[in-house]
Nanobody, 124 residues
Framework: QVRLVESGGGSVQAGGSLRLSCAASGRTFSNYAVAWFRQAPGKEREFVALISRFSSSTDYAGSVKGRFTISRDNAKNTVYLQMNSLEPDDTAVYYC?????????????????WGLGTQVTVSS
């Protein structure tokens, strides 16, 4: 089992930037694919970005492509989400999730391990 802890959330104005971190502990982190999801009040959890075990593959939701960048540092057991040009519609709780064996998916149900989330609020 792997434990995930998100950090880096906060409140920013539209056009600003934040970098989220997802710190993992427990098992060999490089065995896990990692994804970021977000959930706004009253909405379903939605896919944001994912990264493969050794960063060879990444994927993004259309709404964040070109603005967000996912990366990882396996030596530090950490995945990052750099968020630039933030918009009010990016306001949500952001969660990181991991999947053993490196399986890549944009579906929340595919991921057995989740952090507790970090709040991102973007004001206009």
């Amino acid at each position: 089992q792997v434990r995930l802890v998100e950090s880096g959330g906060g409140s920013v104005q539209a056009g600003g930037s934040l970098r989220l971190s997802c710190a993992a502990s427990g098992r060999t982190f490089s065995n896990y694919a990692v994804a970021w999801f977000r959930q706004a009040p009253g909405k379903e959890r939605e896919f944001v970005a994912l990264i493969s075990r050794f960063s060879s593959s990444t994927d993004y939701a259309g709404s964040v492509k070109g603005r967000f960048t996912i990366s990882r540092d396996n030596a530090k057991n950490t995945v990052y989400l750099q968020m630039n040009s933030l918009e009010p519609d990016d306001t949500a709780v952001y969660y990181c999730a991991s999947h053993p064996f490196g399986s890549l998916s944009d579906l929340p149900a595919s991921y057995p391990y989740w952090g507790l989330g970090t709040q991102v609020t973007v004001s206009s």
